[in-house]
């Protein structure tokens, strides 16, 4: 009886451990972290300041011709 009952057990902790498994990306932890930063825009370049009209667009704007 203690055997079944040790066996149901042990097969009950696998399987709520076997599952939802998730993809993992590593990372140093001396890289930065991927994205815009404090100091950088979308693009990953290194900006100060910024114009309202840069704020909400995602492109940088091209001259006009």
């Not at 902790?13 to 140093?28: D, I, N, T, W």
């Not at 825009?41 to 006009?64: C, H, L, M, Q, V």
Request: charged share 20%.
């Amino acid at each position: 009886m203690i055997r079944k009952l040790w066996l149901v057990v042990t097969l009950l902790v696998l399987a709520g451990c076997g599952g939802g498994s998730q993809s993992f990306e590593y990372h140093a932890a001396d890289d930065p972290p991927p994205g815009p930063g404090l100091f950088s825009g979308p693009d990953g370049a290194f900006t100060i300041y910024r114009s309202k009209g840069e704020e909400n667009s995602s492109e940088p704007e091209t001259p006009a011709r």
